[in-house]
């Protein structure tokens, strides 16, 4: 029997649901499957001791490990398989998963959720489940789909984990529906509560609105911010940990404005107009940051 080791992104439903399709998938496959959440700013060492011993292969779903962790898995000789669409991930290993070093689908287009389920059941006789494409719908931030942001709401209220996504799948449709309307004023409310933690930061010249994160919200919390501060062309939602801060970034999409350079310097990574790092102070964004 082989043993498999699934790493999610950890912080939303598109890193936990690609996840739990992935564990299903194995599992199927007859394969006895870890899963390990994982997110901006991971210990190598810390995760890998999650990793069972005698592992054979490694999946990322929704997220990707640092080149030079990916060069050390490839060294230690796992079967390395990503599904991934993050602009960083693509950049950082697409020479690595062209010289065959790494497998798996790295595509932007699609949702982490998306390409697992494509690249793991597309070729089967199984019904996409109908959550797959509501996901992608979220994560892209289309929303051109009825319900989309009370299904994911419902879903986001339980724990960002593969026990959490089974919880919430295990609900139909229609009440996942009807618990993301009952869901909605009491997330108004802790928006608007949210909006007294704003202040403005300069960095490197970029005007920023900081705010505390109401993490699973983060995202709508974010679209907010930037229609309250129209002439501020970032937005910084930060979470305070025992090691630091996590952040979760967006650009101003409608000016076009790149954060991955700052996330980068940050040693954190995402899309263009979203994405994150785990930082000890705004300065790791910045080499001038004015308050």
Not at 41 to 45: A, K, L, M, S
């Given at each position: 029997m082989k043993k498999v080791a699934v790493l999610h992104h950890s912080i939303d439903v598109d890193g936990t649901f690609s996840g739990l399709l992935a564990k299903n998938y194995f599992e199927q496959a007859g394969c006895k499957v870890t899963t390990v959440g994982i997110n901006y700013?991971?210990?190598?060492?810390e995760i890998m001791s999650k990793v069972e011993d005698g592992t054979d292969i490694i999946v990322m779903t929704d997220f990707t490990m640092e080149r030079e962790d990916c060069l050390t898995l490839i060294g230690r000789e796992y079967d390395i398989r990503i599904y991934d669409h993050h602009?960083?991930?693509?950049?950082?290993i697409i020479d690595l998963y062209n010289d065959g070093l790494i497998t798996g689908c790295l595509d932007l287009s699609r949702c982490g959720t998306k390409i697992t389920?494509?690249?793991l059941f597309g070729q089967s006789n199984a019904e996409q489940p109908w959550y797959i494409d509501v996901i992608n719908d979220h994560d892209l931030w289309t929303h051109e789909l009825?319900?989309?942001?009370?299904?994911?709401?419902?879903?986001?209220?339980?724990?960002?984990?593969?026990?959490?996504?089974?919880?919430?799948?295990?609900?139909?449709?229609?009440?996942?529906?009807?618990?993301?309307?009952?869901l909605t004023s009491y997330q108004e409310q802790l928006l608007a509560a949210a909006d007294n933690t704003a202040y403005e930061v300069i960095i490197d010249g970029v005007k920023c609105i900081c705010a505390h994160s109401l993490?699973?919200?983060?995202?709508?919390?974010?679209?907010?911010?930037?229609?309250?501060?129209?002439?501020?062309d970032v937005v910084i939602l930060m979470t305070q940990?025992?090691?630091?801060?996590?952040?979760?970034?967006?650009?101003?999409?409608d000016k076009g404005v790149n954060i991955l350079p700052m996330l980068e310097r940050a040693g954190g990574g995402g899309h263009k107009y979203a994405g994150g790092a785990k930082?000890?102070?705004?300065?790791?964004?910045?080499?001038?940051?004015?308050?």
């Open positions: 700013g991971y210990d190598f060492d602009e960083t991930s693509y950049k950082h389920w494509d690249e009825p319900n989309t942001k009370e299904i994911v709401l419902a879903a986001e209220s339980y724990p960002m984990t593969i026990e959490g996504a089974e919880e919430a799948i295990s609900l139909s449709k229609e009440s996942l529906i009807e618990k993301g309307r009952t993490l699973a919200l983060r995202s709508v919390q974010a679209a907010r911010l930037h229609a309250l501060y129209p002439d501020h940990r025992v090691d630091g801060f996590t952040t979760s970034v967006r650009g101003h999409k930082i000890q102070s705004l300065e790791d964004f910045g080499t001038e940051v004015t308050y």
